[in-house]
């Protein structure tokens, strides 16, 4: 499943593209009078949370929000968006007992956001952009759920930081005359979660931090 929004990705860059159309920095160009474009914003994320001991970016959530480009000229612009973000951790432990069988402990880790990235722009006509900046994480709900072996489900106050900063660098792409499609990698700059606050189930001593990748369409009116 974390392969989808890649594989989906690749499929849209290797359509044909050759057919005339008016890119969003052409019109940009054509009307040097308008600065503003925006417009609904949809993708993504695979997500794990470095600190927890498990790997691999096993946690698929939803994005979607708004975006607002400001153009300072052909070049260089400034991207703000404000989206409903999911993220977390997921893993599936397996033993096998000669007395009950196989069993499974699952771990996950929901941490609902509102993300603001803010991001500096560079755009190489007529297609491209090359985006970095920091990204503004405040918490809207978390859920951590530990399925054990010989125990029932225990049930944590996850206590997630209230918010958290990240720095994200990503591209995007002129599929259509008003359609992007977008790619970024988002890092911690600050921890999502403290040490001190993190169960003993998935504490080794360290902060954890936030580690994600994005996969995403923008449509710009």
């Given at each position: 499943m974390k392969y989808i929004p890649l594989c989906i990705l690749c499929f849209l860059f290797s359509l044909n593209t050759s057919v005339a159309q008016t890119t969003l920095f052409e019109t940009y160009k054509e009307d040097a009078h308008r600065t503003f474009f925006g417009g609904p914003v949809f993708g993504l994320n695979a997500t794990q949370i470095d600190g927890d001991g498990y790997g691999g970016y096993d946690k698929t959530g939803i994005y979607a929000g708004i975006g607002l480009t400001f153009f300072i000229n052909q070049q260089w612009g400034v991207d703000f968006q404000m989206?409903?973000?999911?993220?977390?951790?997921?893993?599936?432990?397996?033993?096998d007992s000669p007395y009950s069988g196989t069993q499974f402990s699952d771990y996950y880790?929901?941490?609902?956001?509102?993300?603001?990235?803010?991001?500096?722009?560079?755009?190489?006509?007529?297609?491209?952009?090359?985006?970095?900046?920091?990204?503004?994480?405040?918490?809207?709900?978390?859920?951590?759920?530990?399925?054990?072996?010989?125990?029932?489900?225990?049930?944590?106050?996850?206590?997630?930081?209230?918010?958290?900063?990240?720095?994200?660098?990503?591209?995007?792409?002129?599929?259509?005359?008003?359609?992007?499609?977008?790619?970024?990698?988002?890092?911690?700059?600050?921890?999502?979660?403290?040490?001190?606050?993190?169960?003993?189930?998935?504490?080794?001593?360290?902060?954890?931090?936030?580690?994600?990748?994005?996969?995403?369409?923008?449509?710009i009116f």
């Open positions: 989206l409903y973000s999911r993220k977390g951790s997921i893993d599936r432990g397996v033993m880790a929901k941490v609902n956001v509102l993300e603001i990235p803010v991001n500096i722009a560079y755009y190489h006509f007529p297609r491209w952009a090359f985006l970095g900046g920091p990204v503004l994480n405040l918490l809207i709900s978390e859920e951590e759920v530990f399925h054990s072996f010989y125990q029932p489900d225990d049930d944590f106050n996850p206590n997630f930081e209230k918010w958290s900063l990240d720095l994200a660098v990503g591209i995007r792409y002129n599929l259509f005359s008003n359609f992007f499609a977008q790619a970024k990698f988002s890092y911690s700059v600050t921890p999502m979660r403290r040490v001190e606050n993190t169960p003993l189930e998935v504490n080794y001593g360290r902060h954890q931090s936030n580690n994600q990748l994005s996969f995403g369409f923008q449509y």
